[in-house]
């Protein structure tokens, strides 16, 4: 994407700033917040906060749609990591009863391991394969597997069910593609960001009963419960990128009918029954609004029996996936989350 003139001097502000960081953690990374667990905001969060709060163009939007889009998207851009050409890079577009689905599919090399489905977060309003394309390279690269990103449909104009409905969709056509493209049905990752941790939560839920299942639900600080506020959502209201006004805003674009929140395929956390669900590998920021609820949901699949693992970054807020540029915590977060994935593709034999 190419950079506005508003967009350039932002990268710049964030490019320089990661450079600096190494110089400016021993300053001050022991001054920064503390949170009620005991975990310190890692200094270079806590100037990302305050940039959302206090420069424009560097948060979640305004009250407009369309601009916040745009404003995402470039702000991402502007934050994306650079990565050498890649063996492909596929625009492709999935049908779907309820119409087309754009898509990109990433390799970084010429071969790889298996396949990640990934779905956007955004808040089910924002966000695209703009601005998700520099955390989907470092995955396809650091995982070793082909990553599917999908444009699912977003609020308001498409309200609940509409992204679920474009999900499942997108994994089922992932199950086809998969032997095409060189890869294994059954080493399929199911895995997103946010709101797209929430649809891929959704998706493992809605497929459990289908012929292919995910091999591992990678759930980047979901958000699991649209219908209740709990203590992290207090503790973290305003002041870390994510805000509750901005939380309420999303959700009342995407889900305009109340009495919807309790659906599970808009709140996973509800489900009565989470038994028989593909392992799932958590990840919650420390000083995140959502966090709660992301380790709420892990421990209710740990006591329905499946395996899960948990990925506790303390010292990063919601969104950190996308800050790699500037954020060395943020790189070896990902890192593990890479590692995550890798072990759980070993796990399946490609023949299985």
């Known amino acids: 994407m190419k950079l506005s003139p508003l967009a350039r001097p932002q990268r710049a502000l964030m490019s320089g700033m990661g450079k600096l960081q190494p110089l400016v953690s021993p300053l001050f990374g022991r ?22 709060a206090h420069i424009p163009g560097m948060g979640l939007g305004g009250p407009e749609v369309e601009p916040s889009r745009r404003g995402v998207d470039e702000g991402a851009a502007g934050l994306a990591e650079k990565f050498p050409p890649f063996a492909v890079e596929e625009d492709l577009v999935i049908d779907s009863p309820s119409g087309p689905i754009p898509a990109t599919r990433y390799r970084a090399r010429e071969e790889s391991s298996g396949l990640l489905v990934f779905f956007h977060g955004g808040g089910f309003v924002l966000g695209s394969r703009i ?11 650091g995982a070793d597997v082909d990553v599917l990103s999908v444009d699912y449909r977003l609020a308001p104009e498409h309200p609940f069910p509409a992204a679920v409905e474009d999900a499942v969709a997108a994994w089922r056509f992932a199950v086809e593609a998969a032997p095409r493209w060189g890869r294994s049905p059954n080493r399929i990752v199911v895995g997103g960001d946010s709101a797209g941790g929430n649809l891929s939560a959704v998706v493992a839920q809605q497929v459990r009963g289908d012929g292919v299942t995910p091999c591992l639900q990678l759930l980047l600080y979901p958000i699991t419960d649209l219908g209740n506020v709990r203590p992290s959502r207090r503790e973290f209201e305003s002041g870390l990128f994510l805000t509750e006004e901005r ?9 305009p009918e109340p009495a919807m929140l309790t659906d599970p395929r808009c709140s996973p956390l509800l489900a009565e029954d989470l038994s028989g669900l593909a392992p799932a590998h958590v990840v919650v920021a420390g000083f995140d609004p959502l966090r709660d609820e992301g380790l709420e949901y892990a421990q209710r699949l740990v006591d329905a029996g499946v395996p899960v693992t948990v990925q506790r970054e303390g010292a990063m807020i919601h969104a950190f996936a996308n800050m790699t540029l500037i954020s060395a915590g943020a790189r070896a977060a990902v890192d593990r989350v890479n590692e995550a994935v890798r072990e759980a593709i070993e796990k399946v034999q490609p023949e299985d």
């Open 247 to 255: 939380l309420e805003w999303f959700n009342n674009h995407y889900v």
């Open 31 to 52: 001054r920064t917040r503390v949170n009620a667990d005991g975990e310190r905001l890692a200094p270079e969060m806590a100037a990302v906060g305050w940039s959302a």
């Open 131 to 141: 601005s998700h394309d520099g955390l989907v390279r470092r995955l396809a690269l």
